[in-house]
């Protein structure tokens, strides 16, 4: 009854209307007074803002070597994000509307991605009230005036789930959209360390439908699964080959103090699981005994039931995810790209990532002795990986 009130045409013309609705919404708030604010700490870190030599820190970045030294030296996050504003500061300024444009823009284009989402799990009316609430949400709102990797992220997490869901659904044209996809993966491992999860349920979700299970139902047991791996799977090895290198890249910025900050899993699942920090902590920039809802029974109680309600519908999110008995892919079998020549890719994304660590390993030998972690060895160690996952690809 659900699924026939989401798609009647009424509905659909309404969850249109709504969508532009909170398009307007959305482009008002993230680019009415975008220069308002002066420029934040975090925001220095942008290629090409002039700094004065040996007295700033981070270090003026001029050059795509200064992007890469600085990033992995004195930051927890990979370089994606400033690669990517590095040509357009050079095309557009670093005035402070100019380095904040692309985060409004990208924070925009999170709300059509959103809705586009809904769409293609059969709800426009749903997810035109999603994008509608995003479009308001402040967090986003925020982090969509700033000059950070935030936005971008969230753009390609979307933007990336969009395609994987176009993908099994039988898209036309699949080795271009499937290139497409794979881009879009590296694009967000490059931009933001958690995109990683992203991917990993990315990878859970394809994996599960492809590998043959047998289920018990009430009329008998089924075949849950495809029974081999899909062209998806194989497209998410490839990433996955690719991105590792970003890990040994990890590996290497664990020795920055400023890691430290997320060094507690639990602390920072208590605080991320309750709707994603919509209640402020110590850790939010408060002083201890500043902080909101927590002076009393009643304010922790409330904090409580937020952590027990985000828990819920995790669980109930994945539980719904893996509920469904037609979970198979399509059969991608006439599709060019399979057996031998996957296997061939995934060796020469190998090699590829292998030389890539090797080649961060040997820039670290033209930085200042006292700049220079002492986890390049692990970085070192890491090389490894790469070779590693392809023989368990192959």
């Not at 504003?85 to 823009?105: D, K, N, Q, V």
């Not at 995790?314 to 037609?326: M, N």
Request: positive net charge; contains cysteine; hydrophobic residues 55%.
């Amino acid at each position: 009854m659900i699924g026939v009130v989401e798609t009647s045409a009424q509905n659909r013309s309404l969850s249109v209307a709504i969508l532009l609705f909170a398009l307007a919404i959305g482009g008002w708030l993230r680019c009415s007074g975008l220069a308002n604010r002066s420029i934040s700490h975090p925001e220095i870190y942008v290629p090409g803002i002039r700094l004065p030599e040996g007295i700033s820190e981070p270090a003026q970045r001029d050059t795509i070597f200064k992007v890469l030294t600085g990033t992995f030296s004195s930051d927890t996050h990979p370089p994606g994000y400033y690669l990517a504003m590095f040509p357009w500061t050079r095309l557009a300024g670093t005035s402070l509307f100019a380095i904040r444009l692309p985060s409004a823009i990208l924070g925009l284009a999170c709300i059509a991605l959103l809705y586009a989402l809904g769409a293609m799990a059969g709800k426009p009316l749903s997810g035109s009230l999603a994008a509608l609430l995003l479009a308001a949400n402040g967090y986003h709102v925020f982090w969509s005036q700033v000059a950070r990797m935030f936005a971008q992220a969230c753009f390609l997490a979307l933007a990336s789930t969009v395609l994987l869901l176009w993908l099994a659904r039988g898209a036309r044209h699949r080795a271009i959209v499937g290139t497409c996809y794979v881009a879009l993966i590296l694009a967000g491992l490059a931009t933001h360390v958690f995109f990683w999860t992203l991917f990993a349920t990315h990878m859970v979700w394809a994996f599960v439908r492809a590998l043959p299970l047998v289920r018990p139902t009430s009329h008998g047991a089924v075949r849950w699964g495809a029974g081999e791996l899909s062209w998806i799977c194989r497209a998410q090895l490839l990433a996955l080959i690719l991105g590792s290198p970003f890990i040994a890249f990890l590996a290497y910025q664990s020795g920055n103090t400023v890691a430290e900050l997320s060094g507690n899993g639990l602390q920072f699942l208590a605080a991320y699981i309750p709707f994603a920090f919509l209640l402020p902590t110590a850790d939010s920039g408060f002083f201890p005994s500043a902080v909101p809802l927590t002076g009393n029974l009643a304010a922790w109680a409330f904090r409580a039931v937020l952590l027990l309600s985000g828990t819920f519908l995790l669980a109930a999110g994945l539980r719904e995810t893996f509920r469904r008995e037609d979970i198979g892919v399509q059969d991608d079998k006439r599709l060019p790209g399979t057996g031998r020549a996957w296997r061939l890719g995934w060796i020469a994304a190998g090699l590829a990532s292998t030389g890539a660590i090797l080649g961060f390993v040997y820039m670290t030998r033209y930085l200042e002795p006292d700049q220079v972690h002492q986890t390049i060895k692990a970085t070192r160690i890491l090389a490894i990986l790469p070779a590693l996952l392809t023989v368990v690809a192959v």
